[in-house]
């Protein structure tokens, strides 16, 4: 196809606006994001299209496989429209009867809608789901909703119009004062101003600069930018664009987790397309401006989300990160100026062009402006992504979006921020979401990932989780923190196997701060960070663990007895029954006994007991 | 194409050094494509013993040492073979908090499986990975190319036995 013009943007729009502004279209939007998939949504779509086939509806209805819809637990999901009614954990056994009942007769299939937790009460429409309803989708508004293979829909969805604007009628420098004046700041985690960052990478002397993209999402328990990238991958590839332009660069890479397979394929369809559209190569819109984007595929090693790794990995060496400066917008990749932003923070930059920098600050508090995605996981009714204003408070995100707490269990903290943050306790749920406000309480905003934990979590338990994962990701490079985690590892495995001494929690503390103060990098630096919030605000855990030699939350194996009280013992049985090694015998109406000698310490009667009566 | 004699590995074939020579070829000239040779000639042989390592150096023009260093770097790369299945245990926060730990513990258990080991009749890879995004269906277990869901304990056996 020839180079793409303005006039060929509002034509597709035109002809492809009736498809996705679809209140008023018939479309089923069935999810295809990776969490749909593995819980079967592609066999549910070759069936739907069968029974509409078989049914004689196939000019009538459009199936549409979507990125990821955010409701990830809920899957796999199905959104019928004109009215967007949405249908959860649609097998194939459903299909039939929707079709039948809802397609032909117009009837709604009551028990494959959502069911509020909280209520109990069927809700069919999407966007009167609690979940859906207090979120503020930008950087989401197109999931769920367009074909993610289909760069038409995209820019029906106003697409690179935003990249025709900067192009065509922005000098860089105004491009970088409308992101300064969006007051968008890096979404990776650090959230460094993005424009300032802009402006010294296009101040930086030199005719070849570099923009990319950090698609490494390692933050365990974050997945916005995979959903991003399966959802709308063309909004991050404007957003290259127009950093591109921002800055002068030519080329631009993407550094996409290897273990995101989905969206790298999706990513790479798009990059086709653009290309094909003349979006993407020389003289973009007639323009003079060149640029292209190449995928470059992560190899597993966490800290090459720091941004000098995730150049060195990209140079084909071992991803270790150098000191600054020279800074990356001075000296970056193969030693030229290049700017790294998240797949978030591009991903809302064709908005901020399109729609000024103003617009885009309307929202947010006074140090954080716009909206930020979280993904809400764990102990939650709700589980998925959640975007929502800054400044919103987590008690908002984890119970009106989310739904709360599952059972009967109670809330006992939320973990913000990823290996780096930290553990907020129910004290601190009315803190806004904002970058300053998180911090004093002793996290960090991360990348976005909130797990919220339930009163069956230990928290000395919790560290140890995250001091194992930094201690083995640690690159090795600089002593305090390649050392230093290693030794607050094994102060906590002590505490966790019951060989604390009261003089460890001096030492946790002491050793966090010199690696907070003397480690080479962010993932250092951050390290102590979970360990410092949880003695903060669960020392009494700790001190249960070291003096008492009790795991409260009866989750660290080596505290447990593995015995059975039989005064709560209802003898049910269903220890005995469950137990993998055959060492628990039961008789009716006399309470389990469990063989030490039998028992491998699996938990796994621990998790089947109602009655708490495994101690 | 420069020939280039091939070492003697009794897990590679003369058809799996041709495609290695392709994929090394292809990439020479483009810099800092070592990862990206190494991940394509391990998806070839299915991991990376040493003598493959040597020949991708001098195929590369550069140093066994450079080369080794980033195989060892990079948790992607493994230097023993791997069982016809690879199970991988997400262990990332959110499937931390749902259990994974006692699902883990159950299949090292019943299949006498260490973190990062193979069973002996190379049915069966355990690894341990960081989190796959798929929180949403924590805890998370992805066998090959599989994602299952949700997989609390006693669900393993069900599971595994599909995989023969």
Known sequence: MAKTTLEDLKRIKENTSARVESKNAKSLLICGGTGCHATGSIPVKEMLIE?????????????????????????????????????????????????????????????????DPVSKKRIPLQDDIPFFAHQMPRVLRNKGLINPESIDEYIARDGYQGAHKAL????????????????MR????AGFPTGVKWDFAGKSEGSVKYVLCNADEGDPGAFMDRSILEADPHAVIEGMIIAAKAINASQGYIYARTEYPLAIRRLQTAIDHAREYGLL???????????DIDIYQGAGAFVCGEETALMRSIEGKRGMPRPRPPFPAQKGLWEKPTILNNVETLANIPQIILNGGEWYAAVGTETSKGTKVFAVSGDVNNIGLVEVPMGTSLRTIIFDIGGGIPGKRKFKAVQLGGPSGGCIPEQHLDTPVDYEEIAKVGAIMGSGGVIVMDEDTCMVDMARFFMDFIQEESCGKCTPCREGTRRLLQILDKICDGRGKPEDLDALEELSAVIKDAALCGLGQTAPNPVLSTIRYFKDEYLAHINEKRCPAKRCVALLKFEIDPELCQQCGLCSKRCPAGAISWEKKKPAVIDKEKCTKCMTCFSVCRYDAIF | MVSVLHPQHPDITNDMWNEIDEVIDGRRSQPGSVIAVLRECQAIVGYLPVELIDHIATGLNLSKSRVFGVVSFYSLFSLKPKGRHTVKCCIGTACYVKGIKETLSRIQNEYKLEEGGTTEDRRFSLMSVRCLGACGLAPVMVIDDDVHGDVKPDKVDAILEQYA
């Not at chain 1, 079709?99 to 117009?106: D, Q, S």
């Not at chain 1, 065509?168 to 007051?183: C, H, L, N, W, Y």
């Not at chain 1, 190569?281 to 640029?291: K, L, P, T």
């Open chain 1, 51 to 115: 029974e509409i086939a078989n049914r004689g509806l196939n000019d009538q209805y459009n199936i549409i496989e979507t990125g990821c819809n955010g409701f990830c637990a809920m899957g796999p999901i199905l959104v019928v429209h004109p009215d967007g009614v949405f249908y959860e954990k649609v097998s194939k056994k459903n299909i039939e009867e929707i079709v039948e009942k809802h397609l032909v007769n117009g009837e709604i299939v009551e028990k494959c809608l959502y069911k």
């Open chain 1, 168 to 183: 065509t009628g922005m000098p860089p420098e105004e491009i970088i004062e409308q992101v300064k004046i969006s007051g």
């Open chain 1, 186 to 189: 890096g979404r990776g985690g």
């Open chain 1, 281 to 291: 190569g020389d003289d973009i819109f007639g323009s003079g401006f060149s640029f």
